[in-house]
């Protein structure tokens, strides 16, 4: 991973996490997944997992930011399952007990605290980085 400063001299954002957006056309650099199926809900977590640990490229490399970027996607990403499988409960399509609501009190919900760490993790990345650059001049 490449060492990049997070904001200009000017404020503005660093020139690759910009030009990343842009090419993207999107909020993201990358796309997550839509499925709403529970097994595949589950494998994609999985595959999220991976990429967190470290046992898989990342899709993106924005230096200093990967971390962060990754981690508050797939957070935003297992928020909309619990939003769905919550709706589901609500609507009376998904029972105690059941296979949805297993992975939602269980795997989804391990796998937000691994996000949310990981976020924290990378902001950390990037206050050292800052710091590190101050130092420098």
């Known amino acids: 991973?490449?060492?990049?400063?997070?904001?200009?001299?000017?404020?503005?954002l660093m020139p690759e996490l910009a030009r990343q957006l842009k090419e993207h056309g999107n909020?993201?650099?990358?796309?997550?997944?839509?499925?709403?199926?529970?097994?595949?809900?589950?494998?994609e977590i999985f595959g999220y997992v991976d990429i967190l640990?470290?046992?898989?490229?990342?899709?993106?490399?924005?230096?200093?930011?990967t971390l962060m970027e990754l981690a508050e996607a797939y957070h935003a990403r297992a928020t909309e399952?619990?939003?769905?499988?919550?709706?589901?409960?609500?609507?009376?399509?998904?029972?105690?007990?059941?296979?949805?609501?297993?992975f939602r009190t269980g795997q989804l919900r391990s796998?937000?605290?691994l996000c949310k760490r990981s976020m924290d993790l990378g902001s950390r990345r990037v206050?050292?980085?800052?710091?590190e650059r101050e130092e420098r001049g």
């Open 127 to 131: 206050t050292v980085d800052k710091m």
């Open 111 to 113: 796998f937000q605290e």
């Open 1 to 12: 991973m490449t060492n990049m400063s997070i904001r200009r001299q000017d404020g503005g």
């Open 53 to 65: 640990l470290g046992r898989v490229e990342p899709p993106i490399d924005v230096g200093v930011l």
């Open 81 to 102: 399952m619990e939003m769905v499988v919550h709706e589901a409960e609500a609507d009376g399509k998904v029972a105690r007990g059941s296979k949805a609501y297993r």
């Open 27 to 43: 909020v993201r650099m990358f796309t997550i997944g839509t499925g709403f199926d529970v097994d595949e809900m589950r494998d």
